[in-house]
């Protein structure tokens, strides 16, 4: 059931061009099945908050998950940069 749940979530995140960290939230009905609640784009990052002890739950520390968003946000930034570059190479060259 956690594998299937984990392939939806990330079928969700995927449907919603999401980017960088999200959760999806499921419910669970009477009959055992599940239902996305939502989509939450801007999760709590604090001790308390239940996005990093999901990724703690998974083996994987904070310190990793971190340091995967910082490199996101950099491939990010760096490609916008190159697209822009780009776009005005094609505007100039016309």
């Not at 990724?55 to 995967?68: C, K, M, P, Q, T």
Request: aromatic fraction near 16%.
């Amino acid at each position: 059931m956690f594998l299937e749940l984990r392939v939806s979530a990330l079928k969700v995140y995927q449907a919603f061009c999401c980017e960088g960290l999200a959760r999806v939230d499921f419910l669970m009905k009477k009959d055992g099945s599940f239902v996305v609640n939502e989509i939450n784009t801007l999760p709590g990052f604090t001790a308390f908050s239940m996005y990093p002890k999901l990724f703690e739950y998974a083996g994987i520390s904070v310190s990793d998950v971190l340091s995967e968003l910082i490199r996101l946000i950099y491939d990010f930034v760096l490609g916008a940069s190159v697209f822009c570059v780009k776009m005005c190479d094609l505007f100039y060259e016309s």
